[in-house]
């Protein structure tokens, strides 16, 4: 089996949209164990599918991704100033990655 390029699944996203899809790295005591058995974990936007976070993790960071999960988490009911107030929900995707693949979260985008 030799190892090629992943051929585009679906819809083929544009350069925009692969910097909106994913917004931030999420570092936990969890997701640092993760990282050793080559599975990531992202911040992503509300309405990203997991097709759409997996181009976008193939074409940014360059790896080969093997699967994509993803949860909404809910946001707490919390008190701002005496006042009930809720925190907006947000999406976590955990992203496993071919065997002997990383991604270095240190460095950032070029």
Not at 59 to 69: I, Y
Request: charged residues 30%; proline residues 4%.
């Amino acid at each position: 089996m030799s190892e090629t390029a992943p051929k585009p699944r679906g819809k083929v996203l544009s350069a925009e949209r692969l910097y909106q899809v994913i917004l931030a790295p999420v570092v936990t005591e969890k997701a640092t164990r993760l990282n050793e058995s080559s599975q990531v974990t992202f911040k992503v936007t509300l309405d990203a599918t997991k097709p759409e976070i997996r181009q976008a993790v193939e074409k940014l960071f360059s790896v080969n991704v093997e699967a994509v999960n993803t949860l909404v988490m809910k946001g707490k009911a919390k008190r701002f100033r005496g006042r009930k107030g809720q925190r907006s929900d947000w999406k976590k995707a955990v992203v496993r990655l071919q065997a002997g693949q990383t991604i270095d979260l240190t460095t950032g985008l070029a």
